[in-house]
Each structure stands twice: as C-alpha cells, then as structure tokens.
C-alpha cells in the first residue's frame, strides 16, 4: 500500500462507519503537511453519509455526520470512525 504520491500527497485511510465510507482511500486531497506537520488533535474529518441511517439522537438535526479521526498513538493518515455529529 502506497502511502504518498510522486506529487506528495498522502492517501488517507477510513476505517469503520457508514458502508459508503468504510475501507475507502482518500488519494490526492491531503498533503503531506497537513497530515504530519499539524497536531494529531487537529486531524480529520466531518463526512456527509447519504446513505446511512440516521442515529437515534439526529432525530430532527438537519445534517448527520460521520466523524472520523486517527486514534492515539496510531497512523496519522488512518482515520477511525468515531461516531456522529
């Protein structure tokens, strides 16, 4: 698995969630400054799941996101799901 492109960009890794994001590969968005020069707190991302079933506690929100971010002490450029916002 090839984690940095020639231009220098590095492939992000999903793991858990919504099946319309779990297993995928976020290639060429990040580079590698914004995912090894920054503090871990500051990592990652808010994802729309279109087709995921609204959690219990959204009943109303008008958007449901799916937290993802790297865990503790694990690979910076693999994001966990971590719940909903």
Known sequence: ?????LDDHVTV??????????GLAIEGVYDHEEIYEVPVG??????????APRPPQSKGAPEVRAVYE???GGNR?????????
Request: glycine share 10%; net charge negative.
């Open 1 to 5: 698995m090839r984690e940095t492109s």
């Open 70 to 72: 790297p865990l503790p």
């Open 42 to 51: 500051e990592l990652g991302a808010l994802l729309r799941a279109p087709s």
């Open 13 to 22: 890794h999903l793991v858990g969630g919504p099946p319309c994001w779990d």
């Open 77 to 85: 450029n693999v994001w966990h799901f971590k719940g909903w916002e």
